[in-house]
């Protein structure tokens, strides 16, 4: 079945995915100039002062990586239960429709049987 796109854009809460794509973006940024800057500073230090900071680098970069898996699966979460109630209201006309062409039949064949 299909569903109209108009309905679909309407339910999907693009309030929520533009507020945070800013953030989103600014996470992304950061982790790529950290990389970028990283390989440069590391080859001046001595080897076990580098793997400090890579490591620390490593691990601020994980805890970015999961604040943006928590908002990506926040923002798919919200889109699954747009997409839930899309089907919900998909079915329930289906369901009125079906009833309006029954209700529509027998009111055509009980004019013609009146006669």
Do not use: H
């Given at each position: 079945?299909r569903i109209p796109w108009r309905l679909a854009l309407k339910a999907i809460?693009?309030?929520?995915?533009?507020?945070?794509?800013?953030?989103?973006?600014?996470?992304?940024?950061?982790?790529?100039?950290?990389?970028?800057?990283?390989?440069?500073?590391?080859?001046?230090?001595?080897?076990?002062?580098?793997?400090?900071?890579?490591?620390?680098?490593?691990?601020?970069?994980?805890?970015?990586?999961?604040?943006?898996?928590?908002?990506?699966?926040?923002?798919?979460?919200?889109?699954?239960?747009?997409?839930?109630?899309?089907?919900?209201?998909?079915?329930?006309?289906?369901?009125?429709?079906?009833a309006a062409s029954v209700t529509s039949v027998l009111a055509c064949g009980?004019?013609?049987?009146?006669?």
């Amino acid at each position: 079945m299909r569903i109209p796109w108009r309905l679909a854009l309407k339910a999907i809460p693009w309030s929520t995915i533009l507020a945070n794509a800013p953030a989103i973006l600014r996470s992304a940024n950061a982790m790529l100039s950290e990389t970028k800057v990283r390989s440069g500073a590391a080859a001046s230090r001595n080897d076990v002062q580098a793997l400090a900071d890579r490591i620390a680098v490593l691990e601020q970069r994980d805890r970015d990586t999961a604040e943006l898996v928590t908002r990506i699966s926040a923002q798919v979460a919200a889109l699954t239960t747009a997409g839930e109630v899309l089907e919900a209201r998909a079915r329930w006309l289906l369901a009125m429709a079906v009833a309006a062409s029954v209700t529509s039949v027998l009111a055509c064949g009980m004019a013609l049987f009146a006669r």
